[in-house]
């Protein structure tokens, strides 16, 4: 439920002004509607991030430790887990936000993408961005590196115990539990650590668009 309102959430935050600006043929976006997008869309998908590594540990436990799920996964937990994601989320949000804010643009900026990205209007700053570049990968190696850590353990104890299964049938009922939420995970991970990790480096806007529509669109729609 937590995942399906956070995806609600990434696509409200960015496709309705995208279509209105098609619809009017206009792409004119105020720097209150920009900042508002950064930081919206910095908490959803930031807090999709941490929902997907709990749902990788909850296959873990499920597969690796059934007689124990129910023990392990009790209510308590869940919800202190989806907390502790949410507050994350939060505090990355508002600060990656106000740093934003103490920036200095030009009067009139050219964003070449369909929406205001985080790293993307750093780079279109006329003050010294160096605090802010240096926030934003420190925050994206903990606050990404982290999660995906857990995901990359959870599914390699979870791939060392179907190989343990003797059957085919036993083996394919395991993996096809997983099948869905590793295929999200790994089109998440890759476009998002795609577009911010390699912004230092020279890339072309529309390749940056094309994998912020994955992580933005494709995924949450599936």
Not at 53 to 69: E, G, S
Request: glycine share 4%; charged share 10%.
């Amino acid at each position: 439920v937590n995942l399906s309102f956070l995806d609600i959430c990434v696509i409200s935050t960015i496709i309705p002004k995208m279509l209105v600006n098609i619809q009017t043929q206009s792409k004119v976006i105020t720097y209150t509607e920009c900042i508002s997008q950064i930081c919206f869309s910095t908490l959803f998908a930031g807090c999709d991030d941490f929902l997907l590594a709990v749902m990788a540990y909850d296959r873990f436990v499920a597969i690796c430790h059934p007689l124990h799920y129910t023990v392990i996964m009790n209510p308590h937990l869940c919800g202190l887990l989806v907390l502790m994601s949410w507050i994350m989320s939060v505090l990355n949000s508002l600060l990656q936000s106000l740093m934003v804010l103490w920036l200095s643009f030009c009067s009139e900026v050219e964003i070449p993408h369909f929406f205001c990205e985080l790293h993307q209007m750093i780079q279109f700053a006329c003050s010294d961005t160096f605090i802010n570049d240096t926030v934003l990968y420190v925050s994206t190696v903990l606050l990404a590196g982290g999660p995906l850590a857990g995901i990359l353990y959870s599914y390699s104890k979870i791939i060392s115990s179907i190989y343990r299964i003797s059957s085919a049938q036993g083996k394919y009922k395991v993996f096809s539990t997983c099948a869905s939420h590793l295929s999200v995970v790994s089109l998440f991970y890759c476009t998002v650590l795609g577009v911010y990790l390699s912004s230092a480096a020279t890339q072309g806007s529309h390749s940056s668009a094309v994998a912020s529509v994955m992580y933005t669109v494709v995924t949450p729609m599936l």
